[in-house]
């Protein structure tokens, strides 16, 4: 029985020899794997860091540009308040100048009336004096001596 005790000892002795074999086998490989793994998780980790740099300078200038695109749009609104404004007041110049126009074409009707008056008197006067003058020089009649006398 102990000889069968040894056998089945010897048996699982070299059953365990084997596993221990493998099992180096797999620690090996295991071992490779780990450098493996370290060597992607160090190009990971480089990766990493570089894309969180890059992230940190995109931030930075995303907030630049976010103030840049903030003062524009100030910018711009206080334009177009400006241009509004501007609009305003041409409009009041022009409403202005409209009614300057009106004004001064009035007044160029009311001299033109004037003129044609003063030229109409004018004229009926030259006629009277013309009629007056002829009327001196013509020769009396008799009748018109006598009434004069």
């Given at each position: 029985?102990?000889?069968?005790?040894?056998?089945?000892?010897?048996?699982?002795?070299?059953?365990?020899?084997?596993?221990?074999?493998?099992?180096?086998?797999?620690?090996?490989?295991?071992?490779?794997?780990?450098?493996?793994?370290?060597?992607?998780?160090?190009?990971?980790?480089?990766?990493?860091?570089?894309?969180?740099?890059?992230?940190?300078?995109?931030?930075?200038?995303?907030?630049?540009?976010?103030?840049?695109?903030?003062?524009?749009?100030?910018?711009?609104?206080?334009?177009?308040?400006?241009?509004?404004?501007?609009?305003?007041?041409?409009?009041?110049?022009?409403?202005?100048?409209?009614?300057?126009?009106?004004?001064?074409?009035?007044?160029?009707?009311?001299?033109?009336?004037?003129?044609?008056?003063?030229?109409?008197?004018?004229?009926?006067?030259?006629?009277?004096?013309?009629?007056?003058?002829?009327?001196?020089?013509?020769?009396?009649?008799?009748?018109?001596?006598?009434?004069?006398e």
């Amino acid at each position: 029985m102990l000889r069968n005790v040894n056998l089945v000892l010897m048996s699982e002795n070299f059953a365990l020899r084997q596993v221990f074999k493998e099992l180096k086998k797999d620690s090996a490989v295991f071992m490779e794997e780990d450098i493996m793994l370290r060597e992607e998780y160090d190009m990971l980790r480089e990766q990493y860091d570089r894309l969180k740099g890059e992230n940190a300078v995109l931030r930075k200038d995303n907030a630049t540009v976010r103030r840049m695109l903030n003062t524009f749009q100030n910018n711009l609104k206080r334009q177009a308040c400006m241009v509004a404004s501007l609009q305003d007041q041409l409009k009041t110049s022009q409403a202005e100048r409209e009614r300057e126009a009106r004004e001064i074409q009035s007044l160029v009707q009311q001299t033109e009336c004037q003129l044609q008056l003063m030229t109409q008197q004018a004229l009926d006067a030259e006629t009277n004096v013309e009629t007056e003058a002829e009327d001196l020089h013509s020769p009396r009649t008799a009748g018109e001596m006598q009434a004069g006398e």
